[in-house]
């Protein structure tokens, strides 16, 4: 899976620098130069982001728009531009603003904020499937062996080898495939069947392992 934009401009200077450094951040990018072929567009396809260029005639409608909900195909992200400084800019709603002539270091510092919000919210619902062994601690000694079957930000489904009567408190340990990479977890039991699968939902990690478990994912996601 990719991410997607679209830019709303006829400024070459603006579009050339944000092709540039889009790319670079693997995203895809569409560009129109009227609003009305942009609002065409958007009614037939989803994007991630929506960069608009205040200074162009007809944007304000098309920003109003989105907005109120005449254009029917919500952006996620929506991103504005414009010489008119950054107070007016803020003031039109958008998630992040720049303002022209923009500067290289800008743009990159705004995409890049934006590219990261944007992946938050994909991947706060994405599950990736996988079978790998996990090691589940309940209290001090009661150890049990279970088969990772999917795994999101928030937790893991799991395949018990053994029913388990216990909901609550649960250490978990795993080794994402083809590494060693050890992911531990504090965490409790959401829900179980009688058939030995269970949801587990993470409550606290070290930094550096929420930060690789999102890493993970992240790979994962965009090798789809």
Known sequence: MTLSSMVVSRDLQEVSVLECILGGLHIGVDVESEPERARVKLAKSKIDALIIDFDLAGAAGFLSGLQDGTIRNAVPLIIVSGSSGRKSLESKGASFVFEKPISVEQAVHT????RNLILDERLRYHRETLDVPVS?????????????????????????????????????????????????????????????????????????????????LERQYFTH
């Open 111 to 114: 995409l890049s904020a934006a």
């Open 136 to 216: 589940l601690t309940y209290g001090s000694k009661n150890r049990q062996r279970a088969h990772l079957m999917n795994l999101s930000q928030g937790g893991i489904g799991v395949r018990l080898q053994r029913p388990h009567d216990t909901l609550g408190p649960v250490k978990v340990n795993f080794v994402f495939p083809g590494t060693k990479l050890s992911m531990k977890f504090l965490a409790e039991v959401a829900w179980k069947d009688k058939w030995g699968n269970a949801g587990i939902r993470f409550l606290e990690a070290t930094p550096r392992t929420k930060r690789e478990l999102r890493l993970w």
